[in-house]
């Protein structure tokens, strides 16, 4: 009899405590959200969570805001993430520093595929492969030979080893099958100086980011599947001869692992809804964008083949030096 009422309570329990997740999860949420950025205020993947927070604001009835936590190539901000309680009240705004940090950073403070729970891609920034406008190289195919007749003697820029500049620096060698030579610096901003500048022979970074050089610049290639409406004169990778060269720096939300499904599953939703909003889709699109969205699960499975991926090419940059 007593096994009997102790199997019962134990019914009882679970139950309720079934019931008291799904009503969490309906009421969610209660109070402000953080979005948390691994970046300082003004870069790609802080001004999409600025705009993301703000609909999301209008959507889920509660203020959402944004928190810079810059350092580490968002390797301060991942760990503050996977250090706050899977409650759906602290999120992350991720880009591509999340699936690469795992090859860089041997001694890194959270599995990236094991603490983080994708919730749903957001946009995806293609890079831009320029040279000086005094170079000789006019075309992708005319750099490609200038760097396999003189191995070494070619550069890229970057702004230091886990950044995109960097990551698609040794990818562009892995595919082109070329010998350049990486020159770090402390800033995309110094990057694109010293390329104005002719001091560094190619680099490849978002749109966005050559602006402010444009009329000392020569694109070469965009990585994306269709032309740049901002750049529609400049061939895609493929078209230029280059078809399985692929590096973008993706903006997608993140949460604890253990979020609750079913909070998953409403912001997953509400991103979806504000992705399609022609307001939201304009303003990406000014800034160089192209919106994602998606499932849950597939934010999943792209999340794991990019950690594979930057593994993969990390490691045969590491190889050959």
């Given at each position: 009899?007593?096994?009997?009422?102790?199997?019962?309570?134990?019914?009882?329990?679970?139950?309720?405590?079934?019931?008291?997740?799904?009503?969490?999860?309906?009421?969610?949420?209660?109070?402000?959200?953080?979005?948390?950025?691994?970046?300082?205020?003004?870069?790609?993947?802080?001004?999409?969570?600025?705009?993301?927070?703000?609909?999301?604001?209008?959507?889920?009835?509660?203020?959402?805001?944004?928190?810079?936590?810059?350092?580490?190539?968002?390797?301060?901000?991942?760990?503050?993430?996977?250090?706050?309680?899977?409650?759906?009240?602290?999120?992350?705004?991720?880009?591509?520093?999340?699936?690469?940090?795992?090859?860089?950073?041997?001694?890194?403070?959270?599995?990236?595929?094991?603490?983080?729970?994708?919730?749903?891609?957001?946009?995806?920034?293609?890079?831009?492969?320029?040279?000086?406008?005094?170079?000789?190289?006019?075309?992708?195919?005319?750099?490609?030979?200038?760097?396999?007749?003189?191995?070494?003697?070619?550069?890229?820029?970057?702004?230091?080893?886990?950044?995109?500049?960097?990551?698609?620096?040794?990818?562009?060698?892995?595919?082109?099958?070329?010998?350049?030579?990486?020159?770090?610096?402390?800033?995309?901003?110094?990057?694109?100086?010293?390329l104005a500048a002719g001091d560094v022979n190619v680099v490849i970074a978002a749109a966005p980011a050559m602006m402010s050089q444009r009329d000392k610049l020569r694109f070469l290639a965009v990585s994306a599947r269709t032309r740049l409406a901002s750049l529609p004169d400049v061939p895609t990778f493929a078209e230029a001869g280059l078809p399985e060269f692929d590096v973008q720096n993706w903006q997608g939300l993140v949460a604890p692992r253990g979020t609750d499904p079913a909070i998953v599953a409403k912001i997953n939703?509400?991103?979806?809804?504000?992705?399609?909003?022609?307001?939201?889709?304009?303003?990406?699109?000014?800034?160089?964008?192209?919106?994602?969205?998606?499932?849950?699960?597939?934010?999943?499975?792209?999340?794991?083949?990019?950690?594979?991926?930057?593994?993969?090419?990390?490691?045969?940059?590491?190889?050959?030096?």
């Open positions: 009899m007593i096994r009997r009422i102790a199997a019962l309570l134990l019914v009882g329990l679970c139950l309720c405590r079934g019931f008291c997740a799904f009503a969490m999860a309906d009421d969610y949420p209660t109070r402000p959200i953080r979005i948390l950025v691994g970046f300082g205020a003004g870069g790609s993947v802080d001004l999409v969570a600025r705009l993301m927070a703000d609909q999301l604001s209008k959507r889920l009835g509660q203020q959402v805001f944004v928190e810079n936590r810059p350092g580490g190539g968002s390797v301060i901000a991942t760990q503050a993430l996977t250090q706050a309680s899977p409650d759906g009240y602290t999120l992350m705004m991720a880009d591509i520093g999340l699936s690469a940090a795992p090859s860089f950073i041997k001694d890194l403070p959270y599995n990236t595929l094991r603490d983080v729970e994708p919730i749903v891609l957001v946009a995806s920034l293609p890079g831009v492969m320029a040279v000086p406008s005094n170079s000789s190289a006019h075309t992708l195919k005319e750099f490609i030979a200038l760097a396999k007749a003189k191995p070494g003697a070619l550069n890229y820029g970057s702004a230091g080893v886990g950044s995109m500049l960097y990551l698609a620096g040794e990818l562009f060698k892995s595919e082109a099958k070329v010998d350049i030579t990486h020159i770090p610096y402390k800033s995309n901003a110094e990057v694109m100086l010293a939703k509400a991103t979806n809804e504000i992705l399609m909003e022609p307001d939201v889709r304009s303003h990406l699109d000014k800034l160089g964008m192209v919106v994602l969205g998606g499932t849950q699960p597939e934010f999943q499975s792209f999340l794991a083949a990019q950690v594979a991926k930057w593994s993969a090419i990390v490691a045969a940059a590491t190889a050959h030096k």
